[in-house]
């Protein structure tokens, strides 16, 4: 079975460091390009930023860019997601999403986000 | 960037009946190289992860119910349930995946029973 498992909640203090993780299995983890996507409560999705991890290679949403980190180790297939100092407005649902690949007529496409982990919230709060 | 925008932000539709939702970009997601237009559809139960419905703005992924289903080109787009299941109750995303790296999903759309 495809999928996408996360690193349990979190709680922590502002300014606090963490790291979050997001392990894949089921296919070959570095042949797909994973992604973040924040969900602040009762607020809708939006994308952070995407790793290939057979190579590294890192994009972020502008929005934000410089605000966290995105990495991966790929001999263990885990994607991580990274603050080094945390705010309240970090408190969010964080998942990470696999963008699927659709190979047509011989060709390989880019999809959209196939595979969905479970979740990990993250609570900032002093 | 791209921005995405749907409406309307909520609907309640009676179980049986047909649920509409609208989904704008604001440049066409439409592909040159395979004319495909690079929008997918997600479904989030409370509680739940968002799924995957629908790429390529009309092609249900594996195990999505033949009631929904996508349409539109270009810049506008919509999915419809064409008939309301009580487990239909979720909130509806569009994205756009056309942009190289960078993706954009529409604000949401809650669906409710009437």
């Known amino acids: 079975e495809v999928q996408l498992v996360q690193s349990g909640a979190e709680v922590k203090k502002p300014g606090e460091s963490l790291k979050i993780s997001c392990k894949g299995s089921?296919?070959?983890?570095?042949?797909?390009?994973i992604g973040w996507v924040r969900q602040m409560p009762g607020k809708g999705l939006e994308w952070m930023g995407i790793?290939?991890?057979?190579?590294?290679?890192?994009r972020y949403s502008p929005s934000f860019q410089g605000q966290v980190t995105i990495s991966a180790d790929k001999s263990i297939s885990t994607a991580y997601l990274q603050w080094s100092s945390l705010k309240a407005s970090d408190t969010a649902m964080y998942y990470c999403?696999?963008?699927?690949?659709?190979?047509?007529?011989?060709?390989?496409?880019?999809?959209?986000?196939?595979?969905w982990g479970q979740g990990t919230m993250v609570t900032v709060s002093s | 960037d791209i921005v995405m925008t749907q409406s309307p932000d909520s609907l309640a539709v009676s179980l049986g009946e047909r649920a509409t939702i609208n989904c704008k970009s604001s440049?066409?997601?439409?592909?040159?190289?395979?004319?495909?237009?690079?929008l997918a559809w997600y479904q989030q139960k409370p509680g739940q992860p968002p799924k995957l419905l629908i790429y390529?703005?009309?092609t249900r992924e594996s195990g999505v119910p033949d009631r929904f289903s996508g349409s539109g080109s270009g810049t506008d787009f919509t999915l419809t349930i064409s008939s309301l299941q009580a487990e239909d109750v979720a909130v509806y995303y569009c994205?756009?995946?056309?942009?190289?790296?960078?993706?954009?999903f529409g604000p949401g759309t809650k669906v409710d029973i009437k």
């Open positions: 999403v696999r963008r699927g690949a659709l190979l047509w007529f011989g060709e390989l496409f880019p999809q959209a986000f196939d595979i």
């Open positions: 390529w703005a009309s």
């Open positions: 790793i290939y991890p057979g190579d590294s290679d890192t």
């Open positions: 089921g296919y070959s983890f570095t042949s797909y390009w």
């Open positions: 440049q066409s997601v439409l592909y040159s190289s395979n004319n495909k237009n690079y």
């Open positions: 994205q756009q995946y056309y942009s190289t790296l960078l993706f954009t």
